[in-house]
């Protein structure tokens, strides 16, 4: 399973990061990814990184912003935000799938998530 953590109420121009926890699966074979979701709209793709390379893709939205990174010691992938903006506001979900470049995007590539995370960005 997957474990989201590290949410909560910033200023815009403020940092925060999440993690996320994987237990009971082997993620060697894994690309894992961070989406995130307003109500209302599509669960948008936002970061991944690649478990075994660590190979790492970004949204166009983010780059230059969010750093995906990944701890093998502790299973955990964190997404380090920076320069955080009023529309970054969502829930942010892990995922984890064995996921081809070309399909890192949706959210259909992926078969395990874990519970979402608020992230609120406001002065």
């Known amino acids: 399973q997957l474990q989201a953590s590290g949410g909560g109420l910033v200023q815009p121009g403020g940092s925060l990061k999440l993690s996320c926890t994987a237990s009971?699966?082997?993620?060697?074979?894994?690309?894992i990814g961070w989406f995130r979701q307003v109500p209302g709209k599509e669960r948008e793709f936002v970061a991944a990184?690649?478990?075994?390379?660590?190979?790492?893709y970004y949204a166009d939205s983010v780059k230059g912003r969010f750093t995906i990174s990944r701890d093998s010691a502790k299973n955990t992938i964190y997404l380090q935000m920076n320069s955080l903006k009023p529309e970054d506001t969502a829930v942010y979900y892990c995922?984890?799938?064995?996921?081809?470049?070309?399909?890192?995007?949706?959210?259909?590539?992926?078969?395990?998530w874990g519970r979402g995370t608020q992230v609120t960005v406001s002065s």
């Open positions: 990184v690649r478990w075994s390379a660590g190979n790492t």
């Open positions: 995922a984890a799938g064995q996921v081809i470049v070309t399909t890192i995007r949706w959210p259909s590539a992926y078969h395990k």
């Open positions: 009971g699966f082997d993620l060697e074979n894994f690309l």
